[in-house]
């Protein structure tokens, strides 16, 4: 199978010629993933990034309650990882995990770097992305706190908007910080708004 997201990747985001990409193979490997397996545990530590060729992830954390709060869904050309994990070698407190089967493209400690001693604008790229990252999970605490539950679920739909297709209802409600049942009524009364328009 050709992994075509990824080499697209790889190509339109860093800037690694599609002819040369033969060359970088050595840098990952590709895992298949069966639906609601995990392949990050908390207490683990990671040195690796996820790119979904194909299916959906999840990370998520679980509270001293038991209790699960998705922190991120990443469907199709979407990446995935414990950044704090990686980079200051520090036990994961978060589980990812397949909601559904996933092929998965994984890169190790070391990649980038390879990959920039060959194409030496990949580093700067790859910052820039790992500051949109960081702008992105700011924006999100940000919403978490000032916004009200339509807000965030509007926002939800722009950003994922096959997800209530795909992820069950209670863990999109996890992901937006509140009950499966006022996503419910967030859903109907959106559904009310456009059928009066």
């Known amino acids: 199978m050709e992994y075509n997201n990824f080499r697209n990747h790889l190509s339109r985001i860093l800037g690694v010629p599609i002819e040369s990409l033969e060359m970088c193979s050595s ?101 820039r992305l790992m500051f949109n990252h960081i702008k992105n999970l700011q924006n999100r605490v940000n919403a978490l706190i000032s916004t009200t539950a339509e807000e965030r679920y509007l926002d939800f739909i722009k950003k994922y908007p096959d997800l209530m297709l795909r992820a069950p209802q209670w863990m999109v409600a996890s992901y937006l910080g509140i009950t499966p049942e006022s996503l419910s009524r967030v859903r109907k009364e959106l559904a009310k708004k456009k059928f009066e328009i």
């Not at 990671?46 to 790119?51: H, N, V, W």
């Not at 589980?95 to 890169?107: G, L, R």
């Open 27 to 127: 840098f990952y490997e590709i895992k298949h993933a069966k639906k609601n397996e995990v392949i990050l545990r908390e207490g683990e530590v990671s040195d690796c990034t996820f790119f979904v060729e194909k299916g959906l992830l999840r990370m998520y954390s679980i509270d001293k309650a038991g209790k699960e709060h998705v922190i991120q869904f990443a469907p199709e050309n979407w990446i995935i990882s414990d950044t704090t994990s990686q980079l200051l070698n520090e036990k994961s407190r978060f589980y990812i995990e397949a909601i559904e089967d996933s092929i998965i493209v994984v890169t190790r400690e070391g990649f980038f770097e390879n990959l920039s001693k060959i194409y030496p604008d990949v580093a700067e790229k790859n910052q």
